[in-house]
């Protein structure tokens, strides 16, 4: 029997109570809010902004369209889609943590992109909308801190509309020359930049455990095939340490 099957789920490398694992995770980023647009820009070296601009690329959105930002925290991904939808589409942008939600919505507000951006807040495993309601849905670095993936796919899956396209962007497993380097940077070096700029180390010491912890590539891939989701393909970016799934709905 594993942890998950006596009603236990994983906190980085801490094993927690399923139901305790949201709200650590919510006072996680409560507490990095403020500073997540920079963190990621150091943490990163940028790249991050590489990677979202190819998911947006792989979207294809085009006017007219409903778009779910899912975990869309500060509002990267939001931001890039609103102008491509034109006056008649519409992004909406929805997180679980309220600090990231107000945090993109001030943001946005100052960047005067807000014409056709939504803010909900809502969870991931229980989606307040319609079904069949959107025809692409994103969610970049969310989904490793879901408690329950299966059924956030599968709720991702329900609130598609046919011939919908999902894209989830996520850290990843990379390749296995990169693996010492890796393991150096994200055990050593994120923390300390995460104390450095951001005055929490604990926040980006669990960043770097729950990547350890999401699943790899294929395991994912065949996670959201489970879900009920079609045509599943994945890229790697920057040598596995991002993946970029892709899938459709029919």
Known sequence: ?????????????????????????????????????????????????????????????????????????????????????????????????????????????????????????GNAEFLPFPDEHFDRLTIAFGLRNVTHKERALAEMRRVLKAGGRLLVLEFSHPIAPMRPFYDLYSFKMLPLMGRLIARDADSYRYLAESIRMHPDQETLAGMMRDAGLEQVQYENLTGGVVALHRATRF
């Open 1 to 121: 029997m594993t942890e998950e099957d006596r009603g236990n789920t994983h906190f980085g490398f801490e094993t927690v109570p399923e139901d305790e694992k949201a709200t650590r995770v919510g006072q996680v980023f409560h507490s990095v809010a403020q500073n997540y647009d920079l963190m990621n820009d150091v943490m990163s070296l940028g790249i991050h902004r590489l990677w979202k601009r190819r998911t947006v690329e792989r979207a294809a959105v085009r006017p007219g369209m409903q778009v779910l930002d899912l975990a869309g925290g500060t509002g990267d991904l939001a931001a890039a889609f609103a102008p491509r939808l034109g006056p008649r589409g519409r992004v909406t942008l929805c997180d679980i943590n309220a600090s990231m939600l107000v945090a993109g919505r001030d943001r946005l507000l100052d960047q005067g992109q807000v014409a056709n951006i939504d803010f909900v807040q």
